[in-house]
Each structure stands twice: as C-alpha cells, then as structure tokens.
C-alpha cells in the first residue's frame, strides 16, 4: 500500500473523475421530479461523502486488525489516518444532507433515522480520538484504539445500513417516499453516480495517504 | 409634447428590443447561468487539487531527504 501511496497515475484518475462528475453532474439531463426537483444533482456530491466515509472506516478497520497481528507502526498510521479522513467525508456528508434536506423535508434536522444514525455514528467515531488522545503510551494507544475501532465499524453498520431500514426513513431505499427511489432506476444518473463514488474514495485515499507519510517521516527523523 | 414622449418612448422601446437581439457570447449567460456555477466549482476544485499535488511532491522531498522512504 505505501508503494501504491507514491504513485501518480490514480490521483490523476481522481483528478479527471472528479472533474467529470462536476462538470456533468451540474448539466446533463435529470428526470425531473416534484419537490426536489434540481436538487437531485445533490446525489451526485452528498451520497458519495457517504459511500467515501464508509470506504475510509473500512480501510481503517482492515489496518486495525493488521495492527493487532503484526503490532507495526505503519499499519496504526493507516488505521487512524483512514479514520480521520472518513471522519472528514463523514461530516461533509451531514452537513450537505442538512442543507438538501431543509429544501425538500422541510428543515434541516428531520429526525430521519438515516440521519440520526450517521450523527451516532460520527459520535462513536469521535470517541475513538478521544480514546486515542487520552493514552500517553504509544503501543498501549495503538492496542486499544485498534480494538475499539473494531467495535467502531461493527456499530456503523447497523446504525446507517439496517435501522433506517427498518424503520419509516425518508431517504431512498427505506419505507415510505416511494416517488424518489425513481432516480435509482435512472442509467443516465449511475453513469455520474458511480465515478463520483469512485472519485471521491480516492480522493479520501489521496489526503489519507499524505497523512501517513507525514506521520512515518516523523517517526523516522524521532528514531534517527 | 404627447407626439414628442411617444416618439421618444417608442424610441426607447426600439433600442430596448435592437439590444436583446444583439448576438454576444453569451454562453455563460445562458441556461440560468448554470455554466458560472460549473465554473466557480471547477476554480475550487483545480485550487484544491493544485495543493494536494504540491503537497505530495513536498512531503516525497522530505521523504528523499530524510532517507524516511528506505524504512
């Protein structure tokens, strides 16, 4: 992964992905729906913050477990860097959700499980810096954070994948608001949606990388 | 003085009418203004990318001079 980190060709994929979504995201054609009606653009940028956070905890959890096997640094950099850079997309996600959802819903907080459980989520991701924060001893620190990241994510899950789900949630794909899910259907929105994901993940992998390699130049210039 | 007015105002009106048929580039005029909107994202968005470029190529120097990328 640290090799893959100092190459260029993907963060000009990303570059040219992201281009490509905003360009089109903003003037191809959508189908045109009551109440949201150009705001539906808005799931070319929003969702993706999600799909990113989501990809971010992943790779983080993955580098949680490889640091409980293997107790190297690189993979605690990994983990907590993945970690705060989905904890950034994360935020973003909520904040342009507030937003959207105050022109279609009616105000910005709606009390929408999906809503609810990614502020949950957030918090439980926000804890893990705190834990982090509150131990002096590095190998202690990493150990702990580690495990409690493995929770972290196995909390995410049910939070944003399967309560809204069970649950009356506005958003697409849970019960009610049915006239929505119509974009789901929509090829011409998958061929913005699907790059917009994919661009935007590496971008999150991009920043994370930087991250990492900074904290591994630190570490090399504390033991020289 | 009524002629003189409604000359004038007729006037008006022809200049008025003679000026939104002037053809100009007016692309970014045009669809609600949406292409500003493309543009202003697009400034953002290479400004962005600008400083993550050159961070990375700052951060690959430091890892060069350190010896940090032979770990």
Redesign the interface.
Known sequence: MSSFF?KFWW?YLC?AL??YT??AG??VSVPRLAIVNETIRALYFHVPMWFGMVAMFGFSIYYSIEYLRKQNSLSDFMAVEFANTGLLLGILGILTGMLWANYTWGSPWHGDPKQNGAAIALLVYLAYFVLRGSLDNIEQRARLSAVYNIFAFAAMIPLIFIIPRLQDSMHPGSGGNPGFNVYDLDSRMRLVFYPAVIGWILLGV??AS?QV??R??K???ED? | MKKLLALLLCLNSLTAAAQSEVEMADVMRAEGKIYVVVGIILIILFGLFFYLFRLDRKITRLESQTGSNKS
Do not use: A, E, P, S
């Open positions: 100092k963060k570059v992201l281009i905003t360009v903003l003037l991009w920043v930087l390699r900074t591994q130049i570490q090399h210039l020289v």
